[in-house]
């Protein structure tokens, strides 16, 4: 079996990481970046608008894959179904709800507005006509099926490979110390890290690292800069520091509005960091309340600055939960679970030609 695979540039490295597994079951695969082979619109490139569709038909006509995956609503996904290639879509979050906080935030603007229209009808047909469509937990399943009830659905188990995540020194903290690693790319997501200026002044003693950053960025840190405790670090050369600073932290802390199966979440429990992180959209998925760490209320600084407490006082049950989470990862999230989950869902459709 030959598999394409058209990725976004956020999740390329995840993605290659799997194509390698894949290789090892006797598939060929096939890792490309989606916008080098066909033009968005409305697209932030220039160049990008002027891309024909020769590119995309070389790529296709030259590997001649049998299926084609793909990461995220793209015009090339829509060009793939043109095509009459079976097409699977991994969908990574909430599509619907990102929309609606991007139209009331970034995309107030009229002649935006109608652009993102433009590309909403593009996205209908990619959800429509896919062969199935792979969201990343349950939770997720459920969301897409109120929009789309007859579309074949299947849960897309995201793998992280357990031996790149060990002990590395490199970056030096202060301690007691909590780390965050988080892209501020989407508001109705990154708003409840806002939560924390409730408890930085309650916690002084306690040292909050921030690794990431994005389009409003400047939207936290003008909240957060303030506070002698807290401290942004930008974003981290991916994996190597992000493994570095998570070597170094005390406790990993999530705290967000909205979310499905946080990768990072999996790194820091890959870690053996206890986790504590809002219990919205797949989190309860991606790691066990109590066992692993802690799921706290959106919005409940209280019980953040307990769970917080307890953790930081008590090393023993750091510990436990570490190494808990570290197990429960490797078992659920494994790269060869993964692959074997992708190929049986595949092979049910691809059987069928």
Request: contains cysteine.
């Amino acid at each position: 079996m030959k598999i394409l695979i058209g990725a976004g540039i956020s999740f390329l490295h995840p993605l290659n990481e799997f194509s390698k597994e894949l290789s090892k079951h006797g598939v060929e695969c096939k890792v490309v970046l989606d916008r080098d082979y066909i033009g968005e619109f409305p697209s932030k490139e220039l160049k990008g608008l002027f891309r024909t569709r020769k590119k995309f038909e070389k790529l296709i006509s030259t590997f001649k894959p049998d299926v084609v995956l793909i990461d995220r609503m793209s015009k090339f996904g829509l060009e793939v179904i043109k095509s009459g290639i079976p097409l699977f879509l991994i969908v990574r979050g909430h599509y619907w709800l990102q929309n609606e906080w991007n139209e009331k935030t970034i995309y107030k603007n009229r002649l935006k507005q109608k652009l993102v229209e433009m590309r909403f009808k593009d996205d209908a047909q990619v959800f429509e006509r896919a062969t199935a469509i792979l969201p990343l937990c349950n939770y997720l399943v459920n969301v897409v099926r109120e929009h789309y009830p007859k579309q074949n659905l299947h849960v897309f188990v995201e793998g992280i490979d357990s031996s790149k995540w060990y002990t590395e020194k490199g970056i030096e903290l202060k301690h007691p110390c909590v780390g965050l690693v988080q892209r501020a790319h989407h508001w109705a997501k990154s708003s409840e890290m806002l939560i924390l200026k409730k408890i930085l002044g309650k916690m002084p003693e306690v040292n909050f690292y921030w690794a990431g950053g994005g389009e409003i960025e400047d939207e936290i840190l003008s909240e957060l800069d303030g506070f002698e405790n807290f401290h942004w670090l930008g974003s981290l050369q991916y994996p190597d520091k992000v493994r570095e600073f998570l070597t170094e932290i005390d406790v990993y802390l999530l705290p967000t509005g909205m979310e499905t199966t946080p990768l990072s979440l999996k790194e820091a429990q890959l870690m053996k960091k206890p986790v504590i992180t809002t219990n919205v959209g797949g989190t309860s998925e991606t790691m066990i309340d109590g066992v692993t760490g802690f799921l706290v209320e959106k919005g409940n600084h209280e019980q953040l600055i307990e769970k917080l407490e307890l953790l930081l006082d008590d090393k023993k049950l750091s510990e436990q939960m570490g190494e808990a989470g570290r197990k429960f990862v490797q078992e659920k999230f494994s790269m060869e679970f993964s692959v074997k989950n992708c190929l049986n869902i595949i092979r049910q459709y691809h059987n069928q030609k």
